[in-house]
């Protein structure tokens, strides 16, 4: 059985960092994309970044580019997002999602398997 278990969330002030951890266990495979995601309260879920295990190619939203970085340690079986410069609208719940055959990393239906999630809060 497939598992992600997040953790890193917490609360930091605007302009500070965070970084996410997310690991994955029960089943790893090169053809795996593993996303970020976010929702805000009253928000719709957002992909905010995502990575391919087999070629290392990442996704961003343009929300987060140049301030997120997500990497992998496949030895670990683990994704990271580290999060630089955070905002008060990065507030959010982050959630990890495993994928195959992942054609569009933004898309949430893409994923098969989710984690229980982790609480970011950003304060001015």
């Known amino acids: 059985q497939v598992q992600l278990v997040e953790s890193g969330g917490g609360s930091v002030q605007a302009g500070g960092s965070l970084r996410l951890s997310c690991v994955v266990s029960?089943?790893?495979?090169?053809?795996?994309?593993v996303a970020w995601f976010r929702q805000a309260p009253r928000k719709e879920r957002e992909a905010v970044a995502a990575?391919?295990?087999?070629?290392?190619?990442?996704y961003y939203a343009d929300s987060v580019k140049g301030r997120f970085t997500v990497s992998q340690d496949n030895e670990k079986n683990s994704v990271y997002l580290q999060m630089n410069r955070l905002k008060p609208e990065d507030t959010a719940m982050y959630y990890c999602?495993?994928?195959?055959?992942?054609?569009?990393?933004?898309?949430?239906?893409?994923?098969?398997?989710w984690g229980q999630g982790t609480q970011v809060t950003v304060s001015t």
């Open positions: 999602a495993s994928g195959e055959y992942v054609a569009d990393a933004a898309v949430a239906n893409e994923y098969s398997y």
């Open positions: 029960g089943y790893t495979s090169t053809r795996n994309c």
């Open positions: 990575i391919y295990a087999g070629d290392g190619r990442t």
